[in-house]
């Protein structure tokens, strides 16, 4: 292959995370709403008729569909159907940074302001209630953070005869920070605690 032929195939060529074919991916929105003069993070319980995480506190969002223009508006679109609410009335829409989890899923968050709330209507085969917790009180607080460790299984037949080092490889691997903020009688972790971690951080930078 000549070299004008492979500079022509990478000219216009947009990068993209290696292999991201392979991943779930989903869209989550962190509501923020005018609540008694302040700002407060709403929440979701997600449905207890679920099969996946039922019970669990998160932020609405789902997976990306073929026809969403791009994240933000899975998000939105998300919000709108699992809250009960008007796409108009979500506004003021911000990305995050995005997240590739260790669990085969790339994760594109935004916040959002939520107008009209009192028009709010959960959708309950997907939304078991909502709660609310003021903003100012999440900053104020720290998170609980525990690690999970990850260990490294080979199938039987992986071919250690082809590497240096053997069966006693040096495997890289990475622990992964578990959140959690505890509000009430609300425990608020995993997913959902590290973007809401991340927010607050961002909010907090210099």
């Not at 032929?5 to 060529?13: D, E, G, I, S, Y």
């Amino acid at each position: 292959m000549e070299i004008e032929r492979v500079a022509k195939k990478l000219q216009n060529r947009v990068p993209d995370i290696l292999g991201n074919e392979d991943f779930s991916k989903f869209a989550v929105l962190l509501p923020l709403i005018k609540k008694e003069n302040e700002i407060h993070v709403l929440f979701e319980v997600r449905s207890l008729q679920l099969r996946r995480q039922p019970g669990e506190i998160c932020f609405p969002g789902g997976k990306i569909d073929q026809t969403d223009r791009d994240a933000e508006y899975t998000a939105i679109r998300e919000t709108s159907e699992e809250l009960g609410i008007s796409l108009e009335g979500i506004t003021n829409v911000f990305p995050l940074n995005y997240m590739v989890s260790p669990f085969g899923t790339i994760i594109y968050p935004y916040i959002g302001f939520l107008e009209n709330i009192e028009q709010m209507q959960p959708n309950p085969s997907e939304v078991e209630e909502i709660f609310t917790v003021p903003l100012d009180h999440l900053r104020n607080i720290q998170p609980e953070i525990y690690k999970l460790h990850f260990k490294i299984e080979p199938e039987e037949s992986f071919p250690f005869d082809s590497i240096v080092g053997g069966k006693n490889y040096n495997w890289q691997v990475r622990g992964l920070d578990e959140y959690f903020y505890y509000y009430e009688d609300r425990v608020i972790w995993g997913l959902t605690a590290r973007i809401l971690a991340h927010f607050l951080e961002i909010l907090d930078e210099k």
